[in-house]
């Protein structure tokens, strides 16, 4: 294996940050209280799981191959969870404002979970978008890169500091991975504010204000609702 091979397999980024992340979410999408429609539930954890195995067969450890086949489904697999949640992100909603009490807490859990789903999602969502996807952004000499969808840190780091400067996406050709883009989605889902990370685009600032807006709609209005039926 030629040097260059190896290095390029070195910058591919690996599946199962990724795989565990979705497994997650549909687990807490899943265990949802029972009157969260569910035999849609069951239906929609039922496709994504056909949608995410034959991604994980194409790519079982890194990001190395993409498809036209490969890259519909991993679209329509975030898709599907993004709508997902959204429906029970206003069913949440509506059972709130109806409810009388909520003793048992059930519906402040509800909340959690629809919040924590939020927060996957639309790391997914991200994740998928920047310039080009997983595959592409590990794969593709970075003059020939689709524009950036989100700027972070490390691109511009290049002329701060040496031990930081090391790190930079000049210096060391960094790439940002799911971990980066979930932890872009928690930051803009909890901040009021703007994160480290940019969102660059038209299209990134609209899903990441909607991201905002649905985490920010959970953490002040849903729960606090939540709170007061407690007693």
């Known amino acids: 294996m030629s040097k260059r091979i190896a290095e390029e397999r070195d910058r591919t980024e690996h599946r199962w940050p990724a795989v565990g992340a979705v497994v997650v979410a549909l687990l807490l999408y899943a265990l949802l209280p029972s009157s969260f429609l569910p035999l849609v539930r069951y239906s929609v954890v039922a496709l994504c799981v056909a949608l995410l195995v034959p991604l994980v067969f194409i790519n079982p450890v890194r990001m190395t191959r993409q498809t036209r086949l490969s890259r519909v489904l991993s679209v329509a697999l975030t898709a599907v969870l993004a709508v997902a949640n959204q429906v029970a992100l206003v069913q949440l ?101 703007p994160p480290d990370a940019m969102a660059l685009t038209p299209r990134a600032k609209i ?9 920010y709609v959970i953490l002040v209005l849903v729960i606090a609702r939540a709170v007061s039926l407690l007693g």
């Open 93 to 193: 909603i509506v059972m709130l404002v109806q409810a009388k009490s909520d003793e048992d807490g059930s519906l402040l859990l509800a909340a959690a979970q629809v919040w924590a789903t939020n927060v996957i999602v639309f790391a997914l969502v991200f994740w998928e978008m920047d310039r080009g996807g997983p595959v592409v952004r590990t794969t593709t000499p970075r003059e020939k890169l689709p524009l950036a969808d989100i700027r972070f840190p490390q691109d511009e780091d290049h002329d701060a500091i040496e031990e930081v400067a090391r790190g930079s996406s000049a210096r060391s050709d960094w790439t940002a991975g799911f971990v980066d883009y979930a932890y872009f989605s928690l930051t803009n889902t909890m901040a009021f504010s």
């Open 207 to 215: 899903l990441a204000g909607l991201g905002a807006l649905a985490g």
